[in-house]
């Protein structure tokens, strides 16, 4: 604690006196510290904490406005009960909310096994959180149907990494940033949507004349102004331009012998494959000149310090994990790991998306990097839960879409939804909503209500949520911050792990979730991580409360660890990193006559998904106030579109109705459509209505930036819901100066 800090907390605040106190941002997965101004039971203002490792003192637009949205507003208070379909929500206590849950999912237990009840988490749980439902659900229920939205986020980067390392977990840290002269930025909005990772970028670029960026990108993104080279590849075509940047490496022998014959296995394989594609038939594959594909690679082999970051444009496909591996092979191909500036770093999402996937949070895991289908880490598990070896299946559970579509076909029917709004973020919405129709429960656990989702729900279950409960996430450098609770939540909300424990003691297990507050939680979780890659026994609350600690940590006197794989040993068993396939072809949706078009979805720059935080902040819905459609010049004018006109925009599956933005920033024939919006805002304002779900074979991670759409103008769109906008929706690039960085006072 600095001095101005601790001054402030030593004396005891008068009610409407400011308190200041350091917390975590809930936001992204970088993951930054923040020093919040805080005024009776309101946040008052938000600042960078300057001694956070991963922002010092830097935040973005998102965090600086998270003020407005604690508090009571559209928060849901109490546990509500809907006892008929299309019936009124009855406010109840929270033990007849417990009692009614355990009665339903005792009875559906009963009647069809364990498998017909699915538990649907979050990224943004913090490790508690997570803990205590899968302990629940893979222990005690003795269900492997808990999985997370992070299969829609991070499921093909942690395929890709155990693949090739044994084990999941991003080897690098921020400071390698500082230390880089290569940023090989793949499928990766950085500017927008880890925004505090690009400051540290571009404040490198600047100390470093000789520092270069590659940016590979369907759209020129305020990421790629900043590239030296970007290359606007049809979406779903990396592999192509990867495996070309490899062969190239390969002619020009800037490839690393030595580290491939004595730390990788699987070398000559991948690279024969890599050899097929020239940088011809690749640049015909991605739609950008051989030329462009010839500098990429030698710009990548002629660094020293190589770092590559990647995100949904790379995760979010049917063939995400092959796309990862394909950017992890360059890596072990020079030899760019486990050194100073080098690495693959697959940003996560969600600020506790990485905390998920190390205790387990996905339908194939166990605590501690441990697999459901290895029997010696369900014995282990088992032994350290005291349940029977038995009660833990052996088989994959339902794997997010999975687990949708069988609520639909009536296989599962009891869905408990956590801290996500799949009724706005899943792919080809129809599917979801029948889901949640056919289901015969529908528990929804949320901070706010209505949400898309919970309009939905049977029962309602309130959520504390930042800074309302205690507990741990980690970041995308592996760094864990405690997030404290500084906050009464309002209502009878709980904190989720509380709400967990409650429902568990309900169905009988009053022992095994006996846990006193989430330190205890977080105690029984950490000794589960012993020898393991993730071993946290050196972690404790008391010494996060003095700062955050990067895994593993196996000791109290360990000071933590920046990077992975230094030793070049990885988690594999003889030691050595995977080379491994990637394919040729992208699977996909593919364009035809009837869907000439292909249509990539993300983010903007000052919304947060689904919108249930940022879309209650006026300054925050003024860049994009209503969804759009970017679409080439080229392909509008084939289409007959006018920039700030309506278009109609179809798939396979559904309509979308927005504005154009007709713009020469993304590459022809693709289009690009913000999926913030739920039908809630209006049935077609839903980029979700056109998405597929095909996915990924490995990671079963669903392909959310690919379909085949066409677009027609509409003169006056005829479509109910709120106003759809009539505003010229074009305003949306930062003005100079990165104002967006600039942490606004909303007192
Ligand atoms: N402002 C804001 N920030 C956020 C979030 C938010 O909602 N809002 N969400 C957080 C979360 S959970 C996540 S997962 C991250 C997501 O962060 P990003 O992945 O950076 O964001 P997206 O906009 O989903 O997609 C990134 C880019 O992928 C490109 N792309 C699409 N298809 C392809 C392809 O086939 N190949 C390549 N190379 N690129 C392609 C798109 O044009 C887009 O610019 O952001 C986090 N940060
Ligand atoms: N087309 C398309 N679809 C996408 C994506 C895309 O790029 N394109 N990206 C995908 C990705 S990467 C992601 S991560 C998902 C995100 O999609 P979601 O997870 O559905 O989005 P959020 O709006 O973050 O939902 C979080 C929910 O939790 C609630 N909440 C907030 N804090 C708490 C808390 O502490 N406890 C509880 N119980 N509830 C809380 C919020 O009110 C909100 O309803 O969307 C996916 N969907
Ligand atoms: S960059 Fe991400 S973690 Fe940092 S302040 Fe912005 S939203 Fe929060
Ligand atoms: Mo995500």
């Known amino acids: ?81 809907r006892e008929r379909r299309g019936g009124a929500l009855r406010r109840v206590a929270w033990p007849q909310a417990l009692a009614y849950a355990a009665a339903r999912m005792r009875e559906i237990i009963a009647a069809h096994g364990p498998d017909a009840v699915a538990f649907y988490g979050s990224g943004q749980l913090l490790t508690e959180d997570y803990y205590v439902f899968n302990k629940l659900a893979k222990g005690f229920l003795g269900t492997n149907n808990f999985d997370s939205n992070s299969r829609l986020c991070m499921a093909s980067a942690a395929a890709a ?134 500098e990429a690679a030698l710009t990548f082999g002629r660094a020293r310090h190589r770092l590559s970051l990647w995100s949904m444009g790379v995760n979010q496909s049917s063939s995400g994990t092959a796309k990862a591996a394909a950017i992890i092979n360059l890596h ?79 296989r599962v029917k009891a869905l408990w939804i956590i801290a996500t709004n799949p009724a706005v973020s899943m792919p080809d919405l129809d599917l979801v909503e029948r889901a949640l129709r056919y289901a015969q429960l529908v528990v929804v656990q949320d901070s706010y209500h209505p949400t898309d989702t919970s309009a939905f729900a049977d029962l309602l279950l309130p959520a504390a949520q930042w800074p309302e409960k205690e507990g741990v996430m980690t970041n ?139 879309g209650r902040v006026a300054a925050l819905m003024k860049a994009a106030p209503e969804p759009y459609l970017e679409i080439h010049p080229l392909d509008a004018a084939e289409a007959g579109v006018t920039d700030g006109g309506f278009v109609e925009v179809r798939s396979r599956r559904g309509l979308f109705v927005a504005q154009a933005r007709v713009t020469g920033e993304i590459a022809r024939g693709v289009c690009f459509a913000p999926f913030h919006w739920g039908r809630a805002s209006g049935p077609f304002k839903a980029a979700n209505n056109l998405t597929a779900r095909s996915r990924d074979p490995i990671s079963r991670q669903p392909e959310l930036k690919l379909c085949a759409i066409n677009v027609t103008p509409v003169s006056r769109p005829d479509i109910s819901g709120p106003d759809l906008g009539t505003h010229t929706n074009r305003a949306h690039r930062a003005p100079a ?11």
């Open 1 to 81: 604690m600095s001095n101005a800090l601790s001054l402030c907390e030593s004396t005891a605040p008068a009610q409407d006196a400011i308190r200041w106190r350091r917390s975590y941002c809930p936001y992204c997965g970088v993951g930054c510290g923040l020093n919040i101004a805080l005024r009776a039971n309101s946040v008052v203002k938000v600042k960078g904490d300057p001694r956070h490792p991963a922002n010092f003192g830097e935040i973005c637009a998102k965090a600086a406005h998270l003020g407005p949205t604690v508090g009571a507003a559209g928060r849901l208070l109490y546990p509500h009960i």
């Open 161 to 294: 990494y155990t693949a090739a390392f044994g084990t999941d977990g991003p080897p690098v840290s921020y400071e390698d940033i500082e230390l880089a002269d290569l940023f090989l930025i793949v499928g990766s909005n950085t500017a927008w949507c880890h925004p505090i990772t690009l400051r540290r970028i571009e404040k490198r670029r600047q100390s470093a004349p000789d520092a270069r960026v590659i940016v590979i990108d369907p759209r020129r993104t305020e990421t790629a102004d900043l590239a030296d080279l970007h290359l606007a590849i049809v979406p779903g075509s990396d592999i192509a331009l990867l495996s070309a940047m490899l062969a190239i490496l390969v002619r020009e022998r800037m490839v690393d012998e030595g580290f491939i014959a004595s730390h990788t296995v699987g070398w000559d394989a991948v690279r024969d494959a890599a050899l097929a594609w020239t940088p011809q038939r690749a640049a015909h594959a991605c739609g950008v000149p051989a030329q462009a594909i010839v």
């Open 332 to 410: 072990l191909a020079t030899g760019s790991i486990g050194k100073p500036g080098c690495g693959p770093l697959a940003l996560t999402g969600q600020p506790n998306a990485m905390g998920g996937r190390e205790v387990g949070g996905l339908a194939h895991l166990l605590p501690g990097y441990r697999r459901v289908d290895n029997p010696a880490h369900r014995a282990e598990v088992a032994r350290h839960w005291r349940v029977p070896v038995a009660r833990l299946s052996p088989g994959p559970g339902l794997a997010a879409i999975e687990l949708f579509e069988a609520a639909a076909e009536g």
């Open 476 to 614: 995308s450098e592996r760094r864990l911050t405690l997030v404290p609770r500084l906050l009464d939540p309002p209502g009878e909300a709980l904190a989720d792990w509380e709400i967990g424990a409650l429902f568990a003691r309900h169905m009988g297990f009053s022992t095994a979730f006996g846990f006193a507050d989430s330190e205890s939680v977080f105690e029984e979780y950490k000794a589960l991580t012993a020898h393991t890659p993730v071993d946290i026994r050196g972690v404790s609350y008391e010494r996060l409360r003095k700062g955050p600690l990067q895994w593993p940590c196996p000791a109290p006197e360990h000071p933590g660890t920046p990077r992975l794989y230094v030793d070049l040993r990885f988690n594999t068993p003889d030691g050595r990193a995977q080379f491994n396939a990637v394919g040729s072809v992208d699977a996909g949706e593919k364009p035809d006559s009837l869907f000439p078009l292909v249509l990539t979805t993300g983010r903007v720059r000052n919304q947060w998904h689904t919108m249930t935080r940022t």
């Open 737 to 747: 100066g990165r104002p967006d960085l600039v942490a606004e006072d909303f007192e």
